[in-house]
T-cell receptor, first 114, second 113 residues
Framework: KAGVTQTPRYLIKTRGQQVTLSCSPI?????VSWYQQTPGQGLQFLFE???????NKGNFPGRFSGRQFSNSRSEMNVSTLELGDSALYLC?????????????FGPGTRLLVL | GNSVTQMEGPVTLSEEAFLTINCTYT??????LFWYVQYPGEGLQLLLK?????DKGSNKGFEATYRKETTSFHLEKGSVQVSDSAVYFC????????????FGAGTRLFVKA
């Protein structure tokens, strides 16, 4: 089975621009979560989607948004980019929701904002 | 709110040394606990998990026991190898208005030959 894939792997943007990141979960997985990883803050939860609905959201400004499609693929959008948005964005998929679920992570998209 | 605290790194050990990485948590309800590992240049992957009190998770010689009374989930390995050099993340998953996984800050482990 193919793993979680994320595109693009690297991205350079300037302040004020917007960006869309894509995540394809493992086939059959219905839940997708997004995280921001930075050296200072570690792994911060952005949001979790299940069956095309956002089920939970972290403490990020409204500039961060996402969606999930009927095939479980997910996109994350960041508008009006700020320097502090430079980070590794990780997507993780799991078979289902629930507290027992193991998450399978993609390699991440490294975003640099200049 | 829920949180995970793990020991700061880096931890540097010689090959065949005993490893302990401490992890404590604060959570309401009945969380599941996980250890994820991130090898250099790779994504996070599950190392082991435990879903209820007194459960022991184990994998690749690593072990951790879910201790509800001390709210801890310490990672141990009896004899580390150079290939164990990585960043280790303790995490909990619970329901707080929706399911959510919270990660600790990560502990970097260096193993010297």
């Amino acid at each position: 089975k193919a793993g979680v894939t994320q595109t693009p792997r690297y991205l350079i943007k300037t302040r004020g621009q917007q960006v869309t990141l894509s995540c394809s979960p493992i086939s059959g997985h219905r839940s997708v979560s997004w995280y921001q990883q930075t050296p200072g803050q570690g792994l911060q939860f952005l949001f979790e989607y299940f069956s095309e609905t956002q089920r939970n959201k972290g403490n990020f400004p409204g500039r961060f948004s996402g969606r999930q499609f009927s095939n479980s693929r997910s996109e994350m959008n960041v508008s009006t980019l700020e320097l502090g948005d430079s980070a590794l964005y990780l997507c993780a998929s799991s078979l289902d929701q629930g507290r027992f679920e193991t998450q399978y992570f993609g390699p991440g998209t490294r975003l640099l904002v200049l | 709110g829920n949180s995970v605290t793990q020991m700061e790194g880096p931890v540097t050990l010689s090959e065949e040394a005993f490893l302990t990485i401490n992890c404590t948590y604060t959570a309401t309800g009945y969380p599941s606990l996980f250890w994820y590992v991130q090898y250099p240049g790779e994504g996070l992957q599950l190392l082991l998990k435990a879903t209820k009190a007194d459960d022991k998770g184990s994998n690749k010689g690593f072990e951790a026991t879910y201790r509800k009374e001390t709210t801890s989930f310490h990672l141990e390995k009896g004899s580390v190898q150079v290939s164990d050099s990585a960043v280790y993340f303790c995490a909990l998953r619970s329901y707080t208005g929706g399911f959510k996984t919270i990660f600790g800050a990560g502990t970097r482990l260096f193993v010297k030959a």
